[in-house]
């Protein structure tokens, strides 16, 4: 299975704010995700975003937002976004069939939402470095888990590159030029 950018769709599960400070690992899962969204927004792959009770756990952080031109916010009540009718009747109308998933925390809404994803028929893509919960082993083991069920561990680069597909087109040169020159952590503070 190899992503392509026509058929994807990149899901960002409950980057709250009230959330992201007691994420082990947090800051950097979102900064990868804030990364892939800005290319995701470059490369016109649709970005959705989900909130878990932000009266609760605050809104999606600002410096996320902040990285996407275009985004659709949902926000749920369920732990996996599948369960809510609203979104899974859009989600089904975008006609997208790959997609790509990440978020907070990986254990509870990003499985539950990967777990719905996949009973449904779409082919998941988890976004290891860009997936966390408060205790590592967890989001290790909810990455396991996906994977047994048929998801696919991808990162950040590896979906970039695949989306991309080809080095001789104005489309990577531009993105190139913005994202892809050598990194090593994403420099955008999240809490």
Request: net charge negative; proline share 4%.
């Amino acid at each position: 299975m190899q992503l392509h950018r026509d058929k994807s769709l990149l899901l960002m599960v409950d980057f709250q704010a009230g959330l992201l400070p007691v994420i082990e690992g947090g800051q950097e899962a979102a900064g990868e995700a804030a990364w892939l969204g800005e290319m995701a927004c470059l490369l016109e792959v649709p970005v959705w975003l989900t909130e878990q009770s932000p009266e609760k756990l605050g809104g999606t952080s600002a410096p996320l937002i902040a990285c996407l031109n275009d985004y659709q916010l949902w926000q749920k009540q369920h732990f996996g976004a599948m369960a809510e009718a609203k979104f899974r009747e859009a989600l089904n109308a975008t006609g997208k069939t790959q997609i790509v998933l990440c978020g907070t925390e990986a254990h509870i809404c990003v499985l539950q939402t990967g777990l719905g994803l996949l009973e449904a028929g779409y082919e998941l893509y988890w976004l290891c470095d860009a997936s966390a919960s408060r205790r590592p082993q967890e989001a290790t083991l909810a990455r396991e888990r996906a994977c047994a069920s048929g998801a696919v561990a991808v990162t950040a680069d590896m979906v970039a590159y695949e989306w991309l597909h080809r080095c001789d087109t104005a489309l990577f040169k531009e993105a190139h030029q913005r994202f892809l020159k050598p990194r090593s952590a994403r420099p955008v503070r999240f809490f």
